[in-house]
């Protein structure tokens, strides 16, 4: 299959595209190496998908990879620049789009929202708009758990309502998901949003709290604890959600009587962790206590996640990685990343 994979620089996109990859796909890779985190990260993932860093850096060029040859291109673009990117869906064959871009950060979208409205919204519009013009076979895209605000009743299943988005990046997600229904329902395009759970693992980005919280602890500096830890998240090692969204891939949703190809669903853990046991993890991966200041509650953030996985299961969706398993991988990474002893 062709696959064109947006957000192939990040955390999740450069996972998904080594998977495919290596299962012999055919992938172009396409980012806009934007500097909200440090791009050297970005540069060094591409890196190990057979692109290097010089090559990435010009806009609009379609580059081989040394590794992976003709099965992976990367092109580095901005999903706003409409022409161009309906210029690529033209020149090539895809059949399946992951998009996986967007401007993340719950907290972030507080301090500077344009640029989610921006990457989220307008990128998203002219994602769909090719996808209708070039009869795209399934588009997947990233949701969030963010959408379900403060919702009490858990686990949060995908038939419960999200009408109340408490940050800015919550409802440019879910705007994402009502966007993709119209286009659904209006040119019969097969879509599944997928509502992704506190996703950790190697390479994963430095503003995510594991990464912050092992940063701190390895240099002795003082972890900020939210909630004074009354938290819990449902973890989800990053293996668990590419797994999710390959089977997803591989079972579109279908079109039923009057009812749309469209599907919203969780990939999640299905079992959340306190924050406090989450860091006690982190503590016993690095071998240092850490020293903790308790903070109340930040806006925009809530107090608990929790993903009903029911329907992943029935695809036979498993989440198998421990939460111990899966810090200790990603310690060894952070500390082979910052050749820390």
């Not at 673009?77 to 895809?94: G, P, R, T, V, Y």
């Not at 519009?125 to 996808?131: D, K, P």
């Not at 503003?207 to 009354?230: C, H, L, P, Q, T």
């Not at 938290?231 to 668990?240: G, K, L, V």
Request: with cysteine; charged share 20%.
């Amino acid at each position: 299959m062709q696959i064109l994979v947006t957000g192939a620089a990040g955390f999740i996109g450069f996972h998904l595209c080594k998977t495919l990859l290596e299962q012999g796909h055919s992938i172009i890779g396409l980012d806009n190496i934007n500097d909200y985190y440090d791009v050297n990260l970005k540069y060094a993932r591409l890196n190990e998908l057979g692109i290097s860093k010089n090559n990435a850096k010009p806009f609009l060029k379609l580059t081989k990879s040394h590794s992976f040859g003709e099965n992976f291109h990367f092109i580095r673009m901005n999903l706003e620049d409409k022409i161009e990117l309906a210029k690529l869906f033209k020149n090539q064959n895809f059949d399946i789009v992951c998009n996986l871009a967007a401007q993340a950060g719950v907290r972030y979208s507080i301090e500077n929202p344009d640029v989610y409205v921006s990457s989220n919204v307008i990128g998203f519009f002219n994602i769909l708009e090719c996808c209708r013009h070039n009869k795209i076979k399934h588009l997947l895209y990233a949701s969030s758990s963010s959408v379900y605000g403060e919702n009490k009743e858990v686990p949060f299943t995908p038939q419960d309502k999200v009408d109340h988005p408490i940050s800015l990046y919550a409802a440019t997600k879910k705007s994402n998901e009502l966007m993709a229904y119209t286009y659904s329902h209006l040119y019969n395009i097969p879509t599944t949003g997928i509502r992704l759970f506190t996703v950790y693992g190697p390479w994963g980005r430095p503003d995510m709290a594991i990464y912050m919280f092992a940063k701190a602890i390895s240099e002795r500096n003082f972890i900020k604890v939210f909630n004074n830890g009354n938290m819990s998240r449902d973890f989800t090692y990053i293996d668990d959600i590419i797994s999710g969204i390959e089977l997803f891939m591989h079972n579109p949703p279908q079109k039923k009587d009057a009812k749309p190809a469209y599907r919203i669903s969780n990939i999640g853990n299905g079992s959340p962790q306190s924050l406090m046991n989450f860091i006690k993890s982190i503590e016993k991966s690095l071998g240092i206590d850490a020293i903790k200041e308790y903070l109340p509650m930040q806006d925009g953030d809530v107090s608990q996640t929790w993903a009903d996985l029911s329907e992943l299961e029935d695809l036979g969706y498993k989440s198998t990685t421990k939460i111990e398993e899966g810090v200790q991988k990603f310690v060894d990474w952070f500390k082979s990343y910052h050749k820390i002893e």
